[in-house]
């Protein structure tokens, strides 16, 4: 199984910033892609920003220029940094790793809260 320890949401002003992170660990035996999802009350889950183990970078075009993704292959951890927050980022944003031993696998991770709010 494949454990991801998320930390980092919490409560923020317009303009603010916040700095989450996702630990992997278990059965990550082949991992490529560390991203991350979140969805807002009553909308669809959206992919915010994901990275490869070769350093391909995607991010939607509403967070381009504000949140950035990064990951530590030694830790098995990406991080995203998120400024400039607005309260259209208000979401439970949750952590996926996906990759491939045998045959593909992803997990999806419990999710952190981030509202942002005056």
Known sequence: QVQLVESG???VRPGGSLNLSCA???SIWGLD???WYRQAPGKERELVADISNTGRIYY???VKGRFTISRDNA???VYLQMTSLKPEDTAMYYCNVKGYFRT???STGRGTQVTVAS
Do not use: E, I, R, Y
Request: charged share 10%; glycine share 22%; no cysteine.
């Open 24 to 26: 992997a660990s278990g």
């Open 104 to 106: 593909n696998w992803q």
């Open 60 to 62: 939607l075009d509403s």
């Open 9 to 11: 949401g919490g409560v």
């Open 75 to 77: 830790k098995n951890t």
């Open 33 to 35: 892609v560390m991203g």
